[in-house]
């Protein structure tokens, strides 16, 4: 990534942003619109130091720029991990010497939807319309800091692009009819997931109640909470991975037949920003779809506050009872779901690196000078069945790509 690629991206997804909201369809305008901004934040932190946008611990930007990006154990460039849009608007308002529109406080609004997949499909249209007019100001000031000219950036929107009243009145490009545009799509299979979580968690709920009791009356009272616990749980986890494969399934059918999917497995083609928009729309894609099934399950918890089913969650995430190896040879790890925001099972094999410790470090605390270190190749999600299965969507959602292996894996 460089100042260049970043640019073009950013005027990509502002321009993808305005387009989806010319549409009407507000939730993909702000995810597009958090991306984009990301970027050319991005892209003036790389005019003065590419190190700027290296993630705390993430060495590889380091060694890259010392001319050792080739040496061993060095990550490639492309999986190299950066900063959030919320530290690149920091460092970036220092550069900008107040010339930077809005603070950090307004600002945090615009950065929250970009990072809540999950929750800016539910934006009322009000709050939409001031996230994405805040992200546009602070794009619009870094375009000129970086001396873009305004054309070659905004394209079409060159005139409007401040007032989203006038982009919704931009005329829709003259052509021949086309198919129904992708994102209302993804949207309705959302609202379609979330009736149906919350009708299969309504079911799960009665039959679990239902099972724990039918042999109650021989059952002392600490041993029929233990049941009753366990029913439960057991009806409400089946309850998420039948309705979450189905999200799934439909996630997967609709990006197929746009012809977002298959995605390139290889890793040298993620900065071409095309290859990086389908990477984009398919992890909102599939994200969007997934948070329905947990917005059902809190639609449930709404109507049953005597029933604790969040709790009974953030119980299974903690105890981690849902993380478990896919097949024989594979190590597992867990990160946090951008769907849903419990624990997923993150895929991969792990490979014997050399360490580095002499290079930083006093001591050396790994055996041997060796780290194992895990590729992580999928990540899927037993509570709101998000699947990603390609190495640029695990990077686009966020997911640490590598990472050592966890202390019981060694």
Not at 105 to 127: C, E, I, K
């Amino acid at each position: 990534m460089n100042e260049k690629t970043f640019t073009e991206m950013a005027s990509r997804f502002l321009r993808a942003s305005l387009d989806s909201w010319r549409q009407g369809n507000h939730a993909f305008a702000v995810l597009h619109a958090g991306v984009g901004c990301e970027h050319i934040l991005k892209a003036l932190l790389c005019r003065h130091n590419p190190l700027l946008i290296a993630e705390k611990g993430d060495q590889s930007f380091r060694f890259h720029s010392l001319g050792h990006g080739d040496a061993n154990g060095v990550k490639p460039l492309s999986e190299a991990r950066t900063i959030g849009i919320l530290e690149a608007f920091k460092t970036a308002a220092v550069f900008m010497r107040g010339r930077m529109p809005v603070n950090e406080r307004t600002f945090r609004p615009f950065a929250d939807s970009r990072n809540g997949v999950a929750h800016s499909a539910y934006l009322d249209d009000m709050a939409v319309r001031k996230v994405i007019e805040t992200g546009v100001q602070v794009v619009e000031s870094v375009r000129a800091e970086l001396g873009l000219d305004p054309a070659d950036f905004w394209g079409e929107y060159t005139s409007v692009f401040a007032d989203l009243s006038q982009v919704a009145s931009v005329p829709a490009p003259a052509g021949p009819a086309e198919r129904p545009l992708l994102e209302p799509l993804a949207q309705q299979l959302a609202l379609a997931a979330r009736e149906r979580a919350r009708s299969g968690v309504s079911v799960a709920l009665s039959t679990g109640i239902e099972a724990a009791s039918w042999d109650e009356a021989t059952m002392s009272r600490e041993l029929e909470g233990d049941v009753t616990r366990t029913a439960l749980d057991a009806a409400l986890v089946t309850a998420l991975r039948i309705e979450g494969s189905q999200a799934g399934q439909a996630a997967e059918r609709l990006l197929v037949e746009y012809g977002v999917l298959p995605l390139p497995a290889s890793l040298s083609s993620h900065e071409d920003p095309g290859v990086m928009q389908r990477f984009h729309t398919a992890v909102t894609v599939k994200v969007m779809i997934a948070s329905g099934v947990i917005a059902g399950l809190v639609d449930v918890q709404g109507r049953h506050r005597d029933m604790p089913l969040v709790d009974m969650l953030i119980y299974l995430d903690q105890r981690g009872c849902l993380i478990g190896s896919r097949a024989s040879g594979d190590h597992v790890w867990w990160r946090e779901c951008p769907a849903c925001g419990y624990a997923g099972n993150v895929y991969g094999d792990l490979s014997p690196v050399p360490c580095r410790c002499d290079e930083w470090a006093q001591s050396c605390i790994h055996p041997g000078g060796v780290v194992d270190v895990g590729t992580v190749e999928s990540f899927s999600c037993p509570f709101c069945g998000l699947s990603l299965s390609n190495r640029g969507e695990i990077v686009t959602a966020g997911i640490e790509s590598r990472t050592e292996a966890p202390e019981e894996d060694r």
